[in-house]
């Protein structure tokens, strides 16, 4: 199991419309074959600049890559992310294994 998760602050710039278009097309991405347990976050620590978390699974590296490279992802990032994203921290996780 792989759990990708994106930990993000959006442009202090972007307009109320711009965010729901952002978060709607977020919510777009659990449709992507084989994203499991899909979950937008608020952050609420005082400990970090960070706003927002996007975290899902998936069952192997195969389909995290295909997700990663699916033409749904790809657009999200150039139309929706890069436009919209001031900061991110980017976390692949998979279970410890003493």
């Given at each position: ?55 899902m699974e998936f ?40």
């Amino acid at each position: 199991m792989i759990r990708h998760s994106v930990i993000l602050k959006l442009k202090e710039t972007i307009s109320h419309e711009s965010k729901k278009a952002f978060f709607d097309a977020v919510d777009k991405l659990k449709e992507i074959p084989d994203v499991k347990t899909f979950e937008v976050l608020n952050q609420i620590s005082p400990k970090n600049k960070f706003e927002y978390g996007i975290s899902m699974e998936f069952e192997n590296q195969e389909q995290y890559d295909t997700y990663s490279n699916h033409p749904a992802h790809l657009d999200f990032i150039q139309n929706f992310w890069i436009p919209n994203v001031e900061d991110f921290l980017e976390i692949d996780y998979t279970l410890y294994n003493n």
